[in-house]
Nanobody
């Protein structure tokens, strides 16, 4: 079993900052990509940022220059630093990770989501 546990969401005013964290635990051999996705009401889930096992990153155009993704491999943790937040960043943010398990199968796992609300 593998679990992803997110934390750090909340309510913030426009222009403010938040840091999201996601810790992977369980039957983990190795972790490949880790990333953050978000889903606003009535919208499809979309990629926010993604980071490879060797720290290659990619971002949605809408967050470039404002958000920074990073990871701490020793703690199976991925972070999302969100600055200059806008009301349109309001969404449920989901952590995702491609994990090679003890069964030697690589699967994609999701966290339960954390709400980020940006007030204008």
């Amino acid at each position: 079993q593998v679990q992803l546990a997110e934390s750090g969401g909340g309510l913030v005013q426009a222009g403010g900052s938040l840091i999201l964290s996601c810790v992977a635990s369980g039957s983990i051999l190795s972790i490949n990509h880790m990333g953050w996705y978000r889903q606003a009401p009535g919208e499809q889930r979309e990629l926010v940022a993604r980071i490879s096992s060797v720290d290659i990153t990619n971002y949605a155009d809408s967050v470039k220059g404002r958000f920074t993704i990073s990871r701490l491999n020793a703690k199976n943790t991925v972070y999302l630093q969100m600055n200059s937040l806008k009301p349109e960043d309001t969404a449920v943010y989901y952590c995702n990770a491609d994990i090679r398990t003890w069964s030697r199968v690589t699967l994609s796992f999701w966290g339960q989501g954390t709400q980020v609300t940006v007030s204008s």
